[in-house]
């Protein structure tokens, strides 16, 4: 189900010498004694995707209504497309938002609506009509110019937003959990939508959302944020195969963790001795480390295979017995219980357990898997 | 409103008890009042005949008598007591929504701790009796008064402002006692109002003032009618606060009506006075409601 995006193959993020056009510096938003966003520094650069991830209370909703200017930070700057924006009035930046609850006004209808933000900028009637219905046709609802907001649905509120907040050719669009009010279906389906009207107008997004499947859907990059700190900022496919924190690796996905310490590194070949393992773990890290520094890896489940034989010799294997088994339909789970008691999932497709010899409960399995399959974690 | 068929009887039974309320206490009595207003006064007790007379051998006969209503239209008394009264109730309800809105507003943008006392400090004057706090009323602006010897001892004028038993008293007396009633419906809107829209239309390039005038003021209709209407209705009937402290020149319908009634005993007329008034709060909203109508349908 998960598309990771295609993201142009220039990656502006690694041009330094580009001025981003949102500039973070050093943000930090207090509530009384609550540090809502704690010393954020961040750069979005133009065209990009870029999804603030987290759960609820994480500050993700705060640093987007500071970019919107809402919140004013407790210290810090904000600057977009090179201006300081730290202490300008919402209404005089040159950025639009999509509120989560929509926020149409009940009173207009949809032309009205997407008209608002035309008309506070003086744009003449005949001119405005026209861009409305341009708006209208790209979010393709066109027969529901007339109509006032409650005679529509979820999703079709949701598209007036959407209309409405890209108006004024904003050069960042600013979205709260877009997609959050909508049912599965119709997210799965709008997820592209948003995409692709991303890529055809090349805004910048910057999106609120908790949905992890939803960020690494869309994003060309990701903030994690945990706490009102940032925990790593890197493409969907970085974040998920190469975790920097303990938090960034539990958060997406699922992962195994093993604590461990570096008994030996050559070139990027990094042996941990793991307490919990039956052998040495091997695994590919470039980063210098110091033998007897204490590491955690982490391993995904769907990296990991069930082996023929345990080899004395090899790296990476793991001798347990299967206790649990989740059946998901295209992919199963199974929980395997080491001898020393820790847990370890791994993921295996159904067409290939049907292929080969089906593994059941309480079945003696060895685990294994190669040394480019697990991250480092050194926090 | 017509009851569903099929309702569930119990619900039937809710319904038909505000029903059978107002057709008790309201309904019923004006038929009374509209009967009396189609009678002949006559010097008797009740003042008026009936509408039903026996005649001779058990023949009845029907009496309608439409002359009140004629003298109603004719004698210009009446109809410049209906302008007065209008004048009056348009006035002070506008003067009430300019002082109002503010308060309510300040109130439903106010701290929530602070809401509740500043509710109650709208509502406290009704512990006082209505008639006690019109009459600290002529305390105040009588020619001896309270303001006008404040305002003589700070030397801010030098004879004393004539206030009393003008239209200026009437409408004092009538602002200050029902400014709460458009407070309370204004202040119930706007703390409905969600805030988010108007962070919507800063967003979109709007200025405060104009986030005001573009999305409060319009959303906050419903409570502006409200109080308005809470306002207009009793006014047009008022009476205690024109007769005490307004002049001889201050002509309402209300102070007309009791005259009628009491003075000069005439119980049909000060009926169809009566009946005059209702026809004259009525038919503004039976309109308003019909082009109401039209405009949704319109829309849709």
Known sequence: M?????????????????????????????????????????????????????????????????????????????????????????????????????????????ADNIAFGLKQEGMAKSERQDRVAELLSLVQIEQLAKRKPHQL?????????????????????????????????????????????????????????????????????????????????????????????????SFIGSVNLFDGYVVQQDDDQVLVQCDEADSLLQVRHSQPLVPGMAVTLALRPEKVRVLKDFDEEAPNQLRGQIKEIAYLGDVSIYHVQLPGGKWVQFTQPNVQALAEQPLTWDEEVTLGWSANSCGVLTE | MKLKPGLPPARNLIIAVPWFWLALFFLLPFLFVLKISLSEPTLAQPPYMDLIREIEDGFVTLVINFSNYQLLLEDSLYLSALWGSLKVAGISTLFCLLIGYPMAYAIARSPVHWRLPLLMLIILPFWTSFLIRIYAWIGILKTNGLLNNLLMGMGLIDSPLEIMHTPIAVYIGVVYNYLPFVVLPLYATLIRLDLTLLEAAADLGCRPWKQFLLITLPLSMPGVLAGSMLVFIPVMGEFVIP????GPNTLMLGKLMWTEFFSNKDWPLASSLAALLLVALILPFVLLRHFERRAEEAST
Request: aromatic fraction near 8%.
């Open chain 1, 153 to 249: 649905s979820g999703g079709q509120r949701q598209r007036v937003a959407l209309a409405r907040s890209l108006a004024k050719h904003p050069k960042i669009l600013l979205l709260d959990e877009p997609l959050g009010a909508l049912d599965k279906k119709l997210r799965e389906q709008t997820q592209f939508e948003l995409v692709n009207i991303q890529e055809r107008l090349g805004i910048t997004f910057v999106v609120v959302t908790h949905d992890q499947e939803e960020a690494m859907t869309m994003s060309s990059r990701i903030a994690l944020m945990h706490e009102g700190r940032i925990e790593q900022v890197d493409p969907p496919r970085r974040l998920y195969e190469f975790p920097s924190t303990r938090y960034a690796a």
């Open chain 2, 243 to 246: 007769d005490l402290l307004g």
């Open chain 1, 2 to 110: 998960n598309r990771v995006r295609q993201f142009k193959p220039e990656e502006p993020w690694q041009a330094p010498e580009e001025e981003p056009i949102v500039r973070i510096e050093n943000v930090t938003k207090r509530f009384g004694a609550f540090y809502a966003v704690d010393d954020i520094s961040l750069h979005i650069h133009q065209g990009e995707f870029f999804s603030l991830l987290g759960s609820s209370g994480c500050g993700k909703t705060t640093l987007l209504r500071m970019l919107a200017g809402f919140e004013t930070p407790t210290s810090g700057q904000i600057f977009i497309d090179g201006q300081d924006v730290t202490n300008i009035p919402p209404y005089e930046r040159p950025v639009n938002m999509m509120f989560q609850s929509y926020a149409l006004f009940p009173h207009m209808n949809v």
